[in-house]
């Protein structure tokens, strides 16, 4: 089952520019994770943030957490063309249960 | 270097015939999990293990079997494939704990059933 979606599915941004990408999800979590993936590898993690949390920063990133709209945003500062990637959101609703990713914004930046 | 490894990376095979693709990890982890990836489908589990002996169904385990003998090793079996079952595998690691941990992942292995 589908627990996280990602909206928008593509985006494209010149570089230098900032990219925010969002996550909605259906039910209550322990916590919600963002992770990168290059065109046809591995997805390497990014940022955990827990259901008590409500932003936290990495770095360019910046996660946001809303729990009572059940939703997830990811923002990516100052672009560059390496940015360009497919992100996904995937969720946790308790601590040994499985992670649960979404469909994946596909983001491009252009130099 | 703390990684999960999976084998083959790439492999073309013929319907029916069975094939094992082998998933390994260093990080001591306890719970291990396998996804299949398809255009506009996202990431989809296949199956998962909290421990040794212990693996339960993702959401889309027809036609796959996994076995956990050891800690490390957490293999995915196709008895009879089926074309349907062309995608891109990824075999995931990440320790047990109720804080939330994140998860490893292998760099995929491209499964071409014909």
């Known amino acids: 089952s589908q627990q996280g979606e990602e909206d928008p599915q593509a985006l494209s941004i010149q570089e230098g520019e900032n990219a925010t990408m969002n996550c909605s999800y259906k039910t209550s979590i322990n916590n919600l994770q963002w992770y990168r993936q290059n065109s046809g590898r591995g997805l390497v993690h990014l940022i955990l943030?827990?259901?008590?949390?409500r932003e936290k920063h990495s770095g360019r990133l910046r996660v946001t957490l809303d729990t009572s709209k059940k939703s997830s945003s990811l923002l990516i500062t100052a672009s560059r063309a390496a940015d360009t990637a497919s992100y996904f959101c995937?969720?946790?609703?308790?601590?040994?249960?499985?992670?649960?990713f979404g469909k994946g914004t596909r983001l491009s930046v252009i130099a | 270097e703390a990684q999960v490894t999976q084998n083959p990376r790439y492999l073309i095979t013929v319907t029916g015939k069975k094939l094992t693709v082998t998933c390994s990890q260093n990080m001591n982890h306890e719970y291990m999990s396998w996804y299949r990836q398809d255009p506009g489908l996202g990431l989809r589990q296949i199956y998962y293990?909290?421990?040794?002996?212990?693996?339960d169904k993702g959401d889309v385990p027809e036609g796959y079997k996994v076995s956990r003998k050891e800690k490390r090793n957490f293999p995915l079996i196709l008895e009879s494939p089926s074309p349907n079952q062309t995608s891109l595998y990824f075999c995931?690691?990440?320790?047990?704990?109720?804080?939330?941990?994140?998860?490893?992942f292998g760099q995929g292995t491209r499964l071409t059933v014909v």
């Open positions: 995937a969720t946790v609703i308790s601590g040994n249960t499985p992670l649960v």
């Open positions: 943030i827990r259901s008590n949390e």
């Open positions: 995931a690691s990440r320790p047990s704990g109720g804080g939330g941990t994140e998860a490893f």
């Open positions: 293990s909290m421990n040794v002996e212990v693996t």
